[in-house]
């Protein structure tokens, strides 16, 4: 076991500098992650063999550095007519070292576990909560599904019970796939403007014109985006088609003397302060980044994120339901200095 945890230790430490590995947008679906496991018990309940059995986790990323995972496993092992089974519970945090393509954490876990020892004519059998600590690997194999290998030391606090002794340690090693409910949606691809044809020469010189009078000034204004024509509830990935955006990149480049564009990011009151201001600035970025994709020069935009800050609407509505629809314009995204271009006659 000594030598799993220092493998699976160093292959976290030599994927987190691998320089291959991809930097990717955090994915904020659910995931089930069934796995195998083998288990020891430190010979403390009757038998000295170790023992296998199975998992089953829900998991979700809260933000780039933590993953949540619920579930439970069962293991067994029989030895010399004595048959033990162990059954867990557990709420798991995962510290992610990084979230490129391989993903190197630390565990934390807590919960309860029920211990069973049958033998000819006696049972024992006792349920505690326990707390552990771990090391592990994720590896993605496609845009959905990811390997998982962690080990895991558990400590359960026992008190009086059937076996004599009030604590005992069980070390799980555990390899399984975790499979997300929903893929990251994809920015739409740039497209590059054909090259203009050269103009054709004439063989007689052409009448010269008097030069056009100069174009009015353009008027440029702060526009505001519905956060909910933009973006799914919770979420800071662009929907896949923003024919918005796209008019306000066409603005942008058609006046390239028009700089310093603040996009500025709301979101509701909804959630923490700190994860309200994290997400608005996802958004603006998300918003910065699709500008740039369409050809505006990236010197000239800056996104913050301004979290709940100045809310457009005040809502006391009861039902989550109705309150989240109520809040609606409070996350939005605001573009300070233009909309679209207004020429003055």
Same mark, same amino acid.
Do not use: H
């Given at each position: 076991?000594?030598?799993?945890?220092?493998?699976? &230790?160093?292959?976290?430490?030599?994927?987190?500098?691998?320089?291959? &590995?991809?930097?990717?947008?955090?994915?904020? !679906?659910?995931?089930?992650?069934?796995?195998?496991?083998?288990?020891?018990?430190?010979?403390?309940?009757?038998?000295?063999? @170790? $023992?296998?059995?199975?998992? %089953?986790?829900?998991?979700?990323?809260? /933000?780039? /550095?933590?993953?949540?995972?619920?579930?439970?496993?069962?293991?067994?092992?029989?030895?010399?007519g004595n048959t033990y089974r162990q059954n867990m519970l557990?709420?798991?945090?995962?510290?992610? %070292?990084?979230?490129?393509?391989?993903?190197?954490?630390?565990?934390?876990?807590?919960?309860?576990?029920?211990?069973?020892?049958?033998?000819t004519n006696l049972n024992k059998s006792t349920t505690?909560?326990?707390?552990?600590?771990?090391?592990?690997?994720?590896?993605?194999?496609?845009?959905?599904?990811?390997?998982?290998?962690?080990?895991?030391?558990?400590?359960?606090?026992?008190?009086?019970?059937?076996?004599?002794?009030?604590?005992?340690?069980?070390?799980?090693?555990?390899? $399984?796939?975790?499979? %997300?409910?929903?893929?990251? &949606?994809?920015?739409?691809?740039?497209?590059?403007?054909?090259?203009?044809?050269?103009?054709?020469?004439?063989?007689?010189? #052409?009448?010269?014109?008097?030069?056009?009078?100069? &174009?009015?000034?353009?008027?440029?204004?702060?526009?505001?985006?519905?956060?909910?024509?933009?973006? #799914?509830? @919770?979420?800071?990935?662009?929907?896949?088609?923003?024919?918005?955006?796209?008019?306000?990149?066409?603005?942008?480049?058609?006046?390239? !003397?028009?700089?310093?564009?603040?996009?500025?990011?709301?979101? /509701?009151?909804? $959630?923490? @302060?700190?994860?309200?201001?994290?997400?608005?600035?996802?958004?603006?970025?998300?918003?910065? /980044?699709?500008?740039?994709?369409?050809?505006?020069?990236?010197?000239?935009?800056?996104?913050?994120?301004?979290?709940?800050?100045?809310?457009?609407?005040?809502?006391?509505?009861?039902?989550?339901?109705?309150?989240?629809?109520?809040?609606?314009?409070?996350?939005?995204?605001?573009?300070?200095?233009?909309?679209?271009?207004?020429?003055?006659?």
């Amino acid at each position: 076991m000594k030598k799993i945890a220092f493998a699976i &230790a160093l292959i976290g430490t030599s994927c987190s500098t691998a320089a291959l &590995a991809q930097n990717l947008d955090l994915n904020p !679906s659910w995931y089930v992650a069934p796995s195998v496991n083998y288990t020891n018990s430190d010979n403390r309940f009757g038998v000295t063999k @170790d $023992g296998q059995g199975l998992g %089953l986790r829900f998991g979700k990323a809260l /933000d780039q /550095d933590w993953d949540l995972q619920l579930g439970g496993s069962t293991a067994r092992t029989k030895q010399s007519g004595n048959t033990y089974r162990q059954n867990m519970l557990s709420v798991d945090g995962l510290y992610m %070292l990084t979230r490129d393509t391989i993903r190197p954490f630390l565990l934390v876990s807590g919960g309860a576990q029920a211990d069973k020892l049958s033998k000819t004519n006696l049972n024992k059998s006792t349920t505690s909560p326990f707390i552990g600590a771990g090391v592990g690997v994720q590896a993605n194999l496609t845009e959905q599904l990811a390997l998982q290998a962690d080990i895991r030391r558990n400590r359960a606090f026992m008190g009086n019970n059937d076996f004599g002794f009030n604590r005992s340690y069980t070390t799980y090693f555990s390899v $399984g796939l975790n499979y %997300l409910f929903d893929k990251v &949606a994809k920015p739409a691809p740039v497209v590059k403007a054909e090259p203009t044809p050269a103009p054709v020469v004439q063989s007689e010189p #052409a009448p010269v014109t008097p030069p056009p009078p100069p &174009a009015p000034v353009p008027k440029f204004e702060k526009y505001t985006l519905s956060s909910t024509e933009l973006f #799914a509830f @919770d979420s800071a990935v662009l929907a896949t088609t923003q024919p918005k955006l796209d008019e306000i990149a066409k603005a942008l480049k058609e006046s390239p !003397s028009v700089s310093n564009v603040v996009i500025s990011g709301f979101t /509701d009151r909804l $959630g923490s @302060d700190k994860y309200n201001l994290t997400l608005s600035e996802k958004r603006a970025n998300a918003v910065r /980044d699709y500008l740039v994709n369409s050809g505006v020069a990236a010197t000239r935009l800056n996104a913050v994120g301004k979290g709940e800050a100045n809310p457009v609407v005040t809502c006391t509505n009861k039902k989550r339901t109705d309150l989240i629809k109520c809040l609606e314009p409070n996350r939005r995204v605001e573009i300070e200095q233009m909309t679209f271009e207004r020429r003055v006659n």
